[in-house]
């Protein structure tokens, strides 16, 4: 039965996992910027001026910063170089957002150097793209319909359509990782934030990082699961 397959002790178990990870991750995030958007950076320099202090220091002359709405909705877009800092970070001078911002412009220069792993994950974005959309409308399918003799190739399909979009998340933790760490060494070499106030960021982009961690295990737990079904209808 379609309801043996999708709810059973698998589903659970993943869902509960999933739901407590997720929950730790977001606390831990929440918690650390909210502290440390209350204390000022001793440079003074908003979110803004710093990540175009580090942009042309690194020789980026080309990468522009704009703001955006959004609550931390922070980004770097390779295709049109750009710096995308959300209202809490722009104008803001706190550690959370200086923070925030050097973590964006080390995924631009990650950009500059063809770091490996942002090149590998920006040729999968139209790729993730379609199989994400897609991916639960064979699974679906294959589960529905397991009486027909051919439901076992929607599930498989399926599968692998989100196999593929397992992987972006996977790969998206060394870039997010290499950011922070590449952010951490430009705001200490380059005097922007002194010893006491790098711990602090390290604080920051840690907990931040740890919401691309949560992500990828619960999509790892999924795909697991959906072998581990498919599997069983042999």
């Given at each position: 039965?379609?309801?043996?397959?999708?709810?059973?002790?698998?589903?659970?178990?993943?869902?509960?996992?999933?739901?407590?990870?997720?929950?730790?991750?977001?606390?831990?995030?929440?918690?650390a910027m909210?502290?440390?958007?209350?204390?000022?950076?001793?440079?003074?320099?908003?979110?803004?001026?710093?990540?175009?202090?580090?942009?042309?220091?690194?020789?980026l002359s080309g990468v522009t910063v704009t703001g955006i709405q959004g609550n931390y909705?922070?980004?770097?877009?390779?295709?049109?170089?750009?710096?995308?800092?959300?209202?809490?970070?722009?104008?803001?001078?706190?550690?959370?957002a200086v923070?925030?911002?050097?973590?964006?412009?080390?995924?631009?220069?990650?950009?500059?150097?063809?770091?490996?792993?942002?090149?590998?994950?920006?040729?999968?974005?139209p790729v993730v793209n379609f199989s994400s959309s897609i991916s639960w409308i064979f699974i679906i399918m294959g589960l529905f319909f397991q009486s027909n003799s051919g439901s076992g190739i929607f599930l498989q399909i399926g599968i692998i359509l989100f196999a593929i979009a397992v992987l972006f998340q996977l790969v998206t933790l060394p870039v997010e990782f290499n950011a922070s760490r590449r952010a951490l060494k430009i705001l200490k070499s380059e005097g922007m934030l002194d010893g006491t106030e790098v711990a602090q960021a390290r604080e920051v982009l840690t907990a931040a990082a740890m919401t691309y961690v949560a992500a990828a295990a619960t999509s790892v737990l999924q795909l697991i699961r959906l072998i581990f079904i498919a599997r069983n209808r042999d």
């Open positions: 039965m379609y309801y043996f397959y999708a709810f059973d002790w698998t589903y659970w178990v993943v869902m509960g996992v999933s739901l407590i990870i997720t929950t730790i991750a977001q606390i831990w995030v929440s918690s909210s502290k440390y958007s209350k204390v000022m950076s001793k440079s003074g320099l908003t979110g803004r001026e710093a990540a175009q202090t580090i942009l042309r220091n690194q020789g909705s922070d980004h770097y877009d390779p295709r049109n170089k750009n710096v995308s800092l959300s209202q809490p970070v722009y104008n803001n001078r706190s550690i959370t923070s925030v911002a050097a973590h964006e412009c080390g995924h631009a220069v990650q950009d500059a150097t063809n770091y490996g792993f942002l090149s590998f994950r920006t040729a999968l974005v």
